[in-house]
């Protein structure tokens, strides 16, 4: 068997990943007859038939699946070499694909964005918005390098590197009843009257588990039922004196001294809190520039947060 070329290995797997022959060469920078003929001289050289063309999206056959999974594996382990490099080196660049779930995306990456892309300016930091399961996707299929998301996950194949915990706050009005209570417990919480994000936010799980399903007896019917995909509109809810929301620690930052005080309610101790990890699907692969976002991470979270590093759930939170 002659040799196979990294270029062909490279181009089949971007034709999987796009489905497309056309979308595939745009992303190698190469005309489609190149690629086309690339992959076709490797089907030739292997003797069997790696995409059905018949279809579209142009699809693996069988056999090209797994010839294609090995590709990858390929593909990666080359990457690691020139990465093993630029760790010894103490280099920090190149192309970094980034997912964040919403409930993170708007309150960390203005913490700490400004200063890494300052002390690391030849990263070149792609960022998508995307809820867990679509991170885990990406990830697993090599279209994200790491993602910042609420763990443990338990899931083969990928590894979780602990941020920091973020507690949960109890967010409402004056009128509602949980306001006369300096601090609340979880038992103090129900499902009557509390605002969720769709499903398929993890934190709509973890309000949930916290209110533990139940709603209490004789508890004023919600007539109106409503779900948001993002916190901010569960907020402007509550503002109007429709129950109360939870917020995760970070998302109370920015209000103003006067709402926190008035609309904010912390929990006793042990405070229910949230793991925040990067995670990614592969141990080596620009670890260097894992490494980098880590610390730039946790160097811009509030000092309340730094501390809370333990699972032991006694956090220290400001008063105010």
């Known amino acids: 068997m002659k040799s196979i070329t990294l270029t062909q290995l490279e181009y089949i797997v971007e034709v999987a990943k796009k489905q497309s022959f056309g979308l595939a060469a745009q992303s190698c920078f190469v005309t489609q007859p190149t690629i086309s003929m690339q992959i076709h001289k490797l089907e030739e050289e292997l003797g069997v038939v790696l995409f059905d063309r018949t279809k579209k999206p142009v699809e693996p056959t069988p ?59 030849m990263v070149d930091l792609i960022i998508e918005e995307l809820q867990t399961h679509s991170i885990i996707e990406k990830l697993k299929e090599d279209s994200l390098d790491a993602g910042i998301l609420v763990t443990p996950l338990k899931i083969k194949g990928i590894l979780e590197k602990h941020l920091f915990y973020e507690p949960f706050i109890v967010y409402l009005t004056s009128k509602h009843p949980l306001h006369k209570l300096e601090k609340v417990s979880e038992k103090d919480l129900n499902l009557n009257d509390i605002w969720l994000l769709n499903e398929g936010h993890c934190f709509r799980e973890q309000a949930m588990d916290l209110c533990k399903k139940r709603k209490m007896a004789g508890g004023k019917h919600k007539n109106l039922v409503f779900e948001s995909g993002n916190l901010e509109t569960l907020i402007r809810l509550v503002d109007k004196n429709f129950g109360y929301t939870l917020l995760p620690y ?38 260097s520039i894992i490494e980098a976002l880590n610390k730039s991470i946790i160097a811009s979270l509030p000092d309340e947060l730094k501390q809370s590093n333990s699972k032991t759930r006694v956090v220290n939170l400001p008063s105010f």
């Open 63 to 121: 056999i090209g699946r797994k010839i294609i999974r090995q590709a990858q594996i390929a593909v990666q382990e080359v990457s690691r070499i020139e990465e093993l490099v630029q760790s010894e080196q103490g280099k920090v660049e190149g192309e970094f694909k980034l997912g964040v779930i919403p409930t993170l995306a708007p309150y960390l990456l203005p913490r700490f964005l400004e200063t890494f892309t300052k002390k690391y300016p």
């Open 250 to 287: 970070l998302a109370t930052m920015g209000m103003p001294r006067p709402d926190i005080k008035k609309k904010l309610r912390f929990f006793n101790n042990p405070v229910p809190t949230r793991e925040v990890s990067i995670v990614t699907s592969r141990s080596f692969l620009k670890q």
